[in-house]
């Protein structure tokens, strides 16, 4: 089946510094991108949807200069979160759409930590 | 305003009996809905969906309900396991287009030996 693959799926940062996340879509080419952040006990919120080759849009509340999303193919999506905060600690999450029907693959998550 | 709600956070239930967990959706144009198992630090695993023509969809020992004009769905889960320990989502999406799907905020489910 479709697989998204994504990495790292922890990292501790310190403040200020800039976290990459990976997204890889393995058997399938991904047009759309979704990328999720989820906080404890929380829901699974969108913050931004990419599309390849185009650029990324942000759901109100979300910082597009602190959250930088690159989706440059159609295997490839990347989350950059630059001069990261404590607060910024969350789960983040990709999601693809599976070809034009409902389906949605998942990648395993990124737990990321800013001390 | 959440368009997907989940009203329960959490709900035991003894192995071997159903467990029911609910949802509730205020946005009509939502036409597919799907549940998601997830564990902590891991990405959701799809459990089973349902699209609003229909009004039952059942895989194995999961069964979802949709009862639109009440703008309610319902996992139905029997018997339960242990296993099933998790939270479960609900999710919903507006067209097969490329929109995102949105989420409720989850029930934990126990099931207790």
């Known amino acids: 089946g479709a697989v998204v693959s994504q990495h790292p799926s922890w990292v501790i940062c310190k403040s200020g510094t800039s976290v990459k996340i990976e997204c890889r879509s393995l058997d399938f080419q991904a047009t759309t991108m979704f990328w999720y952040r989820q906080f404890p006990k929380q829901s699974l919120m969108l913050m931004a949807t990419?599309?390849?080759?185009?650029?990324?849009?942000?759901e109100q509340g979300v910082e597009k200069d602190k959250f930088l999303i690159n989706h440059a193919s159609l295997t490839l999506s990347t989350l950059t979160v630059t001069s990261a905060h404590p607060e910024d600690s969350s789960f983040y999450i990709c999601?693809?759409?599976?070809?034009?029907?409902?389906?949605?693959?998942f990648g395993s998550g990124t737990r990321l930590t800013v001390v | 305003d959440q368009q997907v709600k989940q009203n329960s956070p959490s709900l035991s239930v003894q192995e071997g009996r159903i467990s029911i967990l609910n949802c509730d959706y205020t946005n009509s144009m939502f036409d597919y809905f799907l549940w998601y198992k997830k564990y902590p630090a891991e990405g959701p695993t799809f459990l089973i969906s349902?699209?609003?023509?229909?009004d039952k969809n059942e895989d194995g020992r999961f069964t979802v309900f949709l009862n639109k004009s009440a703008k309610h769905l319902s996992l139905h889960i029997v018997p339960s396991q242990p296993g099933d320990s998790a939270v479960y989502f609900c999710?919903?999406?507006?067209?097969?287009?490329?929109?995102?799907?949105?989420f409720g905020k989850g029930t934990r489910l126990s099931v207790i030996a």
């Open positions: 349902i699209s609003s023509i229909k």
């Open positions: 990419s599309n390849e080759g185009s650029k990324a849009t942000y």
């Open positions: 999710a919903a999406s507006a067209s097969p287009g490329n929109t995102p799907l949105v």
């Open positions: 999601s693809a759409k599976i070809g034009t029907t409902y389906g949605y693959t």
